[in-house]
């Protein structure tokens, strides 16, 4: 079965700042991965997403990520955080049957 | 484009009582999903169709909840009765397909439920 972990419930960086969001994952197959966020009362919006190729991936609003197939893991970063970037990130896997499971998210706060 | 288009965006109801929702995907996509989000948590998979067909509904609910796709477009999602634990936010998202490939999902805004 597919699983995905978000080992940070909430994060605190201040503006200006560089940020790494973790996400690791079960899958048995080569995955699909993606980055979605989730603004307060809104859907989610795909920030980026990773299927086969260049393990580095770049996405929308200066977000990247980077996939290690040894480590399991997607972790996206951006290296310098807006007080806009406030919101709750999620990562997600998936499989070419089209199902996606969702990690439990990461809260971004923002500090001035 | 319009994206995906829900409706209501709040309801609060009464336990045992029913409610639904409604789900316009974007143009053109051909699968459509059903979520719900519990809060602090991450979208859980109720229900994907493929044009009007359900091709995974193994987590719906399927004694109260139910799901309809008529002409493989606009959806609707139904609760009857409600629950207190059915209160959550109930996402819906749409892609291409799986003959376009596996494409990303856009989400709707979601219907934020709540059952007192």
């Known amino acids: 079965a597919q699983s995905v972990t978000q080992p940070d419930i909430h994060i605190t960086v201040s503006e200006g700042a560089s940020l790494e969001l973790r996400c690791n994952y079960s899958?048995?197959?080569?995955?699909?991965l993606f980055w979605y966020v989730q603004s307060p009362g809104q859907g989610l919006q795909l920030l980026l997403k990773y299927f086969s190729g260049d393990t580095l991936v770049q996405g929308i609003k200066g977000f990247e990520a980077e996939f290690k197939r040894s480590q399991s893991s997607f972790n996206l970063r951006k290296p310098s955080v807006h007080w806009s970037d406030a919101a709750e990130y999620f990562c997600?896997?998936?499989?070419?049957?089209?199902?996606?499971?969702f990690g439990d998210g990461t809260t971004l706060t923002v500090k001035p | 484009e319009a994206g995906v288009v829900q409706s209501p965006r709040y309801k609060i109801i009464e336990k045992k009582q029913p409610v639904a929702f409604w789900c316009n995907p974007i143009?053109?996509?051909?699968?459509l999903y059903w979520y719900r989000q519990n809060l602090g948590q991450g979208p859980e998979l109720l229900i994907r169709y493929e044009n009007e067909e359900a091709v995974d509904d193994s987590q719906l609910p399927k004694d109260r909840f139910s799901a309809e796709r008529l002409k493989g477009v606009d959806s609707t999602l139904k609760i009857q009765p409600a629950e207190l634990g059915d209160s959550a936010v109930y996402l819906c998202?749409?892609?291409?397909?799986?003959?376009?490939?596996?494409?990303?999902?856009?989400f709707g805004p979601g219907t934020r439920l709540t059952v007192t």
């Open positions: 899958y048995g197959a080569t995955p699909y």
């Open positions: 998202a749409s892609s291409l397909g799986r003959l376009a490939g596996y494409n990303e999902q856009y």
């Open positions: 143009s053109g996509h051909n699968t």
């Open positions: 997600a896997v998936g499989g070419g049957a089209g199902k996606s499971t």
